[in-house]
């Protein structure tokens, strides 16, 4: 499971900067979506919700991973059929990493632009 996004980049001179550039933005824009991601798992607080990591991005073409390391994590990820409660937290869903990227994108996107550009 994972989402993968392409950037097509035209480097001159400046690449090695452009490429750490690069790299901090995808690690910037990965917390940011695990941010968006949490308000949507299962539980907001506790277990779960503090599971949630970021892996920085070392080379732009690995990029940066949000991990959620508990054993019962995947099952409850990839299964959104799931009747999940809504008592403690009311955006409680599957995929909850997966459709907050995705529905983000945009705004994911630009954190990265920002960066690379130096903003």
Not at 63 to 92: C, M, Q, R, W
């Amino acid at each position: 499971m994972g989402v993968r996004v392409e950037v097509f980049l035209t480097v001159n001179d400046n690449a090695p900067d452009l490429l750490a550039r690069l790299a901090a933005g995808e690690t910037l824009a990965a917390h940011r979506g695990m941010a968006l991601s949490v308000d949507r798992s299962p539980w907001d607080i506790g277990t779960l919700a503090g599971a949630h990591s970021v892996v920085p991005a070392t080379d732009p073409e690995e990029g940066a991973a949000i991990v959620v390391d508990t054993p019962y994590a995947a099952k409850l990820h990839e299964h959104p059929e799931y009747n999940f409660s809504t008592d403690a937290n009311p955006n409680a869903q599957g995929k909850w990493v997966e459709s907050a990227m995705v529905e983000n994108a945009n705004e994911l996107g630009e954190i990265i632009a920002k960066q690379v550009r130096g903003d």
